[in-house]
């Protein structure tokens, strides 16, 4: 045999957090444009619909929403995770905090996608340019 399991948990897990990297750089992105929208219109928190998300996003969260209440998944820990990785120095709305799993969640599979679709360097282009 010329790869063991081991080399393949080592290649998905180095595909993992080569996706988490994109998508801890991604909501750091959007929550810049978040904050910089929420300070144009005078105020400090940042509400959801601050954030930059396009129609197929939106759309995708919603049916990570449902997938979520289906199988009862436990999103606290993915929560608690988002908050304390997010860079921007606002408060949140509560709306959009209790939204951070299901646009995370969201974001890890589109990527996910992209990645799949295209070699993960242009991958990482299209979406620099898109998201």
């Known amino acids: ?7 393949f948990n080592f290649v998905y897990k180095v595909e993992a957090e080569r996706m988490m990297d994109i998508v801890e750089k991604k909501l750091s ?12 219109e005078g105020r400090e ?4 619909r601050d954030l930059p998300l396009t129609k197929g996003f939106l759309n995708s969260m919603e049916l990570f929403r449902k997938a979520i209440e289906r199988q009862n998944i ?3 820990p993915i929560k608690k ?5 997010l860079t921007v120095d606002a408060p949140l709305q509560d709306e959009l905090v209790d939204e951070l799993p299901v646009i995370t969640r969201t974001l890890f599979v589109l990527i996910g996608r992209v990645i ?9 282009k299209v979406l620099d340019y898109t998201l």
């Open 116 to 124: 799949k679709a295209l070699h993960p360097d242009e991958a990482k």
């Open 45 to 48: 928190e940042i509400k959801l």
């Open 81 to 85: 995770f988002v908050l304390k990785e």
């Open 74 to 76: 436990d999103v606290e």
């Open 29 to 40: 992105d959007i929550f810049e444009v978040a904050y910089e929208k929420a300070k144009a």
């Open 1 to 7: 045999m010329i790869f063991s399991e081991n080399d």
